[in-house]
């Protein structure tokens, strides 16, 4: 008998349900765009109701491509972090759009709290930085801006929640109100050391205790949808962050083992198992998951500019007609010839925090045309994450010997070689490439007793390509030394 799992990935841009089969092949895909608001600048909203019915509505087109009579054996959640939505708790209705990561309205809260000297214990605590990203400043903003919210939520009339949480609530019949461990951890409100909310951190942000939801492991029972839904009760048993996710859908389940996702920006997050690791170069702590039992904390690193470098060469400069034109382009040439293109649309990541930085191109000359340019711009990817992975390798004081990637670049095989010589590294690519999805099946399966210990899940990986290191490592020092020089000439000319 096939067992599957639904595996429901609320993300950014679209909700998309996905269902598997107990050999981790993929059995339906189904997936709605949702709506982006920008109600002024620096602030991006969501609502609320038409992602539960992009929810709805992909779960439902996915359960009719279940094979006849079968049924689901376990579902999953995963989600975009930090989106901050409150909502009544007897209509289900928002009271206010979802705040999404990406919004920057509340720069002014988090810069008065660390003049006020509350970084180094928030950072002790929950192992963030002191930023608007995360959610904490997020419902202070709509407890204060919103009429009457404030009131209503010290009665307990109120309830916040991380996407996942809202889903849940709903697909649950608002029964349940809980979040996992992963989300938990990327509120500022959460103490990654004692696993529980943060009473003076509750009490900093002035958020009423009722708001919050339960947190639980990510494998745990958290709920049943009722059959009246779907046509059919199906258990909820795994939630975790999107980056949680796809970290356990890589198969990153040991200390030391690492997977980049290469999209609009980069995102890189290692495990380090029952290690809390400080960062010394502003990398964020975070929780990694917890299941079976069992605790593991991360590293994470981002960087802003991956894909979007690709965007804005197709859609602001026009040189290039698709996305993937590039690959054929960079691969017809030998070199850059010199060229150098530090990404800085929106400012520097992780390590080099310069918010204020904006992108360059270096080393130009009459011989260069778009072929350099767009070659410079992918291998921009590889040196960021080589920045990161310095950073990474510092903080725990390890070495890497394998870099699992996944995102819509990692298609684009010269980059993945690319990648591999640069950061002289093995870079492995899965079969599925929908990891965000993948790992959070897994988690559910896991919560179901699908499979009886967290290392079983590992039997399920299985990549689709690999490359290996072909330049030695003398090769690259040259390029690496140009691209320092170009970041510290960028970051010199924004300081001025
Ligand atoms: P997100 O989840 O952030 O929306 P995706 O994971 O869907 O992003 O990846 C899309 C990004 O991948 C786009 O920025 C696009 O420019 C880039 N991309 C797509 N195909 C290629 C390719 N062949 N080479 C390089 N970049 C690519």
């Given at each position: 008998m096939t067992r599957y799992i639904l595996a429901i990935d609320q993300?950014?841009?679209?909700?998309?349900?996905?269902?598997?089969?107990?050999?981790?092949?993929?059995?339906?895909?189904?997936?709605?765009?949702?709506?982006?608001?920008?109600?002024?600048?620096?602030?991006?909203?969501?609502?609320?109701?038409?992602?539960i019915r992009t929810v709805i509505d992909t779960v439902a087109a996915a359960l009719k491509k279940l094979p006849?009579?079968?049924?689901?054996?376990?579902?999953?959640?995963?989600?975009?972090?930090?989106?901050?939505?409150?909502?009544?708790?007897?209509?289900?209705?928002?009271?206010?759009?979802?705040?999404?990561w990406q919004d920057r309205r509340t720069a002014d809260l988090c810069r008065q709290l660390k003049q006020d000297g509350h970084e180094e214990s928030i950072r002790d605590k929950t192992g963030l930085l002191l930023d608007p990203y995360f959610s904490a400043s997020k419902i202070k903003w709509i407890l204060d801006h919103v009429e009457g919210v404030r009131?209503?939520?010290?009665?307990?009339?109120?309830?916040?929640?991380?996407?996942?949480?809202?889903?849940?609530?709903?697909?649950?019949?608002?029964?349940?109100?809980?979040?996992?461990?992963?989300?938990?951890?990327?509120?500022?409100?959460?103490?990654?050391?004692?696993?529980?909310w943060d009473p003076e951190l509750i009490r900093l942000f002035d958020i009423p205790e009722a708001l919050l939801p339960e947190v639980h492991a990510c494998d745990h029972h958290f709920g049943d949808v009722p059959a009246e839904l779907f046509g059919q009760k199906m258990a909820i048993t795994g939630i975790a962050g999107d980056q949680q996710a796809a970290l356990i859908g890589q198969d990153c389940l040991e200390p030391g083992q690492i997977k980049a996702t290469y999209g609009t920006g980069g995102f890189i997050m290692m495990n380090t198992g029952d290690q809390i690791i400080s960062s010394q170069n502003r990398l964020l702590t975070t929780v990694a998951y917890q299941m079976g039992g069992q605790v593991a904390y991360a590293l994470e690193g981002s960087f802003f500019s991956a894909g979007s470098a690709i965007q804005w060469l197709r859609d602001g400069l026009g040189?290039?007609?698709?996305?993937?034109?590039?690959?054929?382009?960079?691969?017809?040439?030998?070199?850059?010839?010199?060229?150098?293109m530090v990404p800085a649309f929106t400012g520097l990541g992780a390590p080099h925090w310069t918010p204020e930085a904006r992108g360059t191109l270096f080393g130009l000359t009459r011989a260069t045309g778009k072929a350099e340019i767009v070659r410079a711009a992918l291998e921009s990817v590889a040196f960021q994450t080589a920045d990161l992975l310095a950073a990474m390798a510092q903080d725990a004081n390890i070495s890497f010997d394998i870099l699992k990637v996944d995102g819509g670049m990692v298609v684009n095989q010269w980059l993945l070689q690319f990648l591999a010589d640069i950061l002289q590294l093995e870079v492995i690519r899965p079969r599925v490439s929908e990891t965000t999805a993948y790992g959070v099946a897994l988690i559910a399966g896991l919560g179901a007793g699908l499979y009886d210990r967290v290392n079983k899940m590992s039997i399920f990986y299985r990549y689709h390509s690999v490359a290996s290191v072909k330049v030695v490592a003398e090769d690259t020092v040259l390029q690496k030394n140009n691209w320092n020089n170009a970041v510290r000439s960028t970051c010199y000319y924004s300081d001025r």
């Open positions: 993300g950014t841009t679209s909700s998309r349900a996905m269902i598997f089969d107990d050999q981790g092949a993929v059995v339906a895909t189904c997936q709605q765009e949702i709506t982006q608001y920008f109600p002024e600048d620096g602030w991006v909203e969501h609502d609320g109701m038409e992602i006849d009579g079968e049924t689901i054996a376990a579902v999953g959640i995963t989600n975009q972090r930090e989106t901050t939505l409150i909502w009544d708790r007897k209509t289900g209705e928002p009271i206010h759009r979802a705040i999404v009131r209503r939520a010290e009665q307990g009339e109120l309830a916040f929640g991380t996407l996942d949480s809202f889903i849940l609530w709903h697909l649950t019949g608002g029964r349940v109100h809980a979040t996992d461990v992963t989300n938990a951890s990327r509120t500022l409100l959460f103490n990654i050391r004692d696993m529980a040189i290039i007609d698709s996305a993937a034109d590039c690959e054929a382009l960079a691969r017809s040439i030998d070199s850059t010839g010199g060229v150098y």
